[in-house]
């Protein structure tokens, strides 16, 4: 059975997903047709249901719950990864208020946190997440958010530091920064919404054990090539809540529902949120 499966070209969905993709692992009745996007595009699409299986913003996921449920494998949940407000040397962080800021996207996490952190800086850019660096430099814009690959880079490319919005997030919650998931349409049985999840966690848990294996698939998608910062980027984003959410993801989650609630941006909390699994 062939399914669309959508993820981004990061260093940290490539390596959890190059196994399965390139069938290193047995995926048994099930063949997976890979999408790689910008995680904008991502959530875009998934507006649209356009993927069976598919890598989403977990702010932009809030709003398209009733047609997709969080699995429990593939995410990118954690503590001290969260997106970076930069500016150039010199600005006034007493300014970002009034300041124009370049956000990878409006339904991304990173936006929301700067929501909930700034609620009165409304004057946002949205643009591709690997342009932010550049339109900062340039004066394009006062500020960016970073995420990715780009939070690594940034203090070589004569950056300052605004606000780390995940330290932010875990202060303000003391829960794990809930950045995206992987969902999956509930339009599927759960049985098979149950053998996806446990081929993705497969597909990581080989990852793991081999991380060599798949290094020129994710090179070859990676925006920065520094194989440093490859390593530093998967070492940061993929942990033991990508392999599975477990009770903390799973509060997390709740808590980013509660105040989405809360803010107004969604009306209802949804359903079963994140797929139960049957006990192996």
């Not at 995926?27 to 595009?41: G, K, M, R």
């Not at 105040?259 to 079963?272: M, V």
Request: aromatic letters at 8%; hydrophobic letters at 40%; a negative charge.
């Amino acid at each position: 059975m062939p399914l669309s499966l959508a993820f981004s070209p990061c260093p940290n969905d490539t390596f959890i997903f190059e196994a399965l993709i390139n069938r290193r692992i047995d995926t048994e009745d099930l063949i997976f047709i890979p999408y790689l996007e910008d995680v904008e595009a991502l959530n875009d699409h998934a507006f649209e249901g356009r993927y069976d299986v598919t890598k989403i913003s977990f702010h932009a996921w809030l709003k398209v719950a009733d047609r997709y449920q969080i699995l429990n494998s593939g995410g990118a949940l954690g503590r001290g990864n969260g997106p970076l407000l930069v500016a150039r040397n010199g600005f006034n962080p007493e300014k970002i208020n009034g300041a124009i800021i370049a956000i990878p996207g409006e339904h991304t996490t990173a936006n929301l946190l700067l929501s909930l952190a700034y609620p009165e800086a409304v004057h946002k850019k949205a643009m591709l997440f690997s342009d932010i660096i550049h339109a900062v430099r340039s004066g394009e814009v006062d500020a960016g958010v970073l995420i990715h690959e780009t939070r690594f880079t940034y203090r070589e490319r004569q950056l300052d530091l605004i606000a780390d919005l995940g330290t932010y997030w875990e202060t303000l919650t003391g829960h794990a920064i809930p950045l995206g998931g992987i969902a999956v349409k509930r339009s599927l049985p759960v049985n098979r919404r149950q053998q996806i999840d446990r081929l993705i966690r497969l597909s990581l848990s080989y990852a793991m054990e081999h991380p060599e294996a798949g290094w020129l698939y994710i090179t070859r998608h990676a925006q920065e090539i520094q194989p440093d910062v490859i390593r530093a980027h998967i070492s940061t984003f993929v942990n033991d809540y990508s392999l599975d959410l477990g009770r903390e993801g799973r509060a997390a989650i709740q808590e980013l529902i509660r105040r989405a609630l809360r803010a107004g941006l969604i009306r209802k909390a949804p359903a079963n949120p994140v797929l139960e699994l049957i006990s192996e």
